[in-house]
């Protein structure tokens, strides 16, 4: 039984292990695409950038009057 219970363990971090991996290299790539788009765009993704902002602020305080 304690055997059998170390395989089934060592499987698990083995998995958890790929997963964190994998969510890293996801996050990594996100990272890289979105600072090129920012690069391309020069001046206008800033722009966006705010308008997004000011527009999720809006959002928010009209919740609250609610």
């Known amino acids: 039984m ?5 395989k089934i363990h060592k499987i698990l971090t083995k998995c958890i292990k ?5 969510a ?16 391309r765009k020069n001046g206008k993704g800033m722009a966006s950038h705010k308008d997004n ?6 959002v928010s305080r ?3 009057d609610k």
Do not use: C, P, V, Y
């Open 62 to 64: 009209h919740n609250f």
């Open 53 to 58: 902002q000011h527009l999720t602020q809006t």
């Open 18 to 22: 790929r997963s964190k991996a994998k």
């Open 24 to 39: 890293l290299s996801a996050i990594r790539l996100a990272k890289d695409a979105s600072e090129s788009g920012h690069k």
């Open 2 to 6: 304690i055997h059998d219970g170390s």
